[in-house]
């Protein structure tokens, strides 16, 4: 069974000391490259209404080999369940299919699917502090269809250590509201003749980190949001995962 546990805002009257120990903690951390440990440790950060696919796309690449690290924890705003039924969801790049328990949050049904650790920790009072408890000993943060602005003592934590991936070419169609559908029809709206995917690092902006990589395809000739949508989220797999590769190794440095 996947593991499960939650940080609600306030949390408890004795809360405080344990924040500033895990911030403390972050604060001494060698940078990845100094660590010595067979795998990097990798946390993904997912929405409220995420579908999972890239979180799917980079466990994956851990479990096969692809990528030389480990999911250590999968973190969400909520747990989205309800109760009763179980729906079949496959995995992108695996293909295998797992029967998982329904859910308004979809990447957490695969989590739980998959036995990875998941933490609730709903934003609110000292997010910014709570997510960093469960942050601790994780070398890179992924985002996956995590729609907010992290906290500053994330980023703090965390130079150069938090990556993202946009379904776009940035630094067109990027900033605040731009996800999802919106950007796709955007593109076709904009009668662009390409589109395609960006993985960059995450700063206090919406999309305007340092580019790592970029993956392009076709916009092509009576392209609807969902056509083009699928082909750009297929290109999203290959590039978080390539990029990851990079930066474990050194190679975006």
């Known amino acids: 069974m996947a593991l499960l546990s939650f940080a609600w805002p306030g ?48 466990a994956d690449a851990c479990r096969d080999g692809r990528l030389d690290a480990a999911v250590k924890v999968v973190i969400a705003p909520t747990d989205g369940t309800t109760p009763g039924g179980m729906t ?15 859910s308004d949050n979809r990447a957490v049904a695969a989590a739980q699917a998959r036995d990875l650790n998941l933490a609730i920790v709903a934003p609110g009072d000292d997010y910014g502090p709570r997510l960093l408890e469960h ?7 992924c985002l996956a269809g995590y729609m907010r602005l992290l906290p500053s003592e994330v980023l703090k934590a965390f130079p150069n250590r938090i990556l993202n991936v946009h ?20 593109v ?9 995917c960006t ?12 580019i790592l990589l970029q993956r392009r395809c076709v916009v092509l000739p009576g392209d609807t949001v969902e056509s083009l949508a699928a082909r750009v989220l297929a290109l999203e797999h290959e590039a978080y995962v390539e990029a990851l590769r990079n930066v474990i190794s050194g190679a975006n440095a």
């Not at 060698?30 to 890239?54: C, D, E, F, M, Y």
């Not at 942050?135 to 943060?141: A, C, N, P, W």
């Not at 940035?170 to 996800?179: D, H, I, Q």
């Not at 993985?199 to 340092?210: I, K, M, Q, T, W």
Request: glycine share 10%; proline share 8%; hydrophobic share 30%.
């Open 11 to 58: 949390g408890s009257p004795h809360s405080n000391p344990k924040q500033c120990k895990a911030m403390q903690s972050h604060a001494k951390r060698p940078s990845p490259g100094n660590v010595q440990r067979a795998l990097t440790h990798l946390a993904i950060l997912i929405g409220p209404k995420s579908r999972g696919s890239n979180m799917l796309a980079i």
């Open 88 to 102: 079949p969801v496959s995995s992108s790049t695996s293909g295998n299919v797992v029967q998982e328990p329904q």
């Open 135 to 141: 942050l601790q000993d994780i070398d890179y943060i």
């Open 167 to 186: 379904p776009a070419l940035l630094p067109e169609f990027g900033g605040k509201g731009m996800y999802g559908r919106r950007v796709h029809e955007a």
């Open 188 to 196: 076709l709206e904009a009668g662009c003749s390409e589109s395609g």
């Open 199 to 210: 993985v960059h690092l995450v700063n206090e902006a919406y999309d305007e980190g340092r």
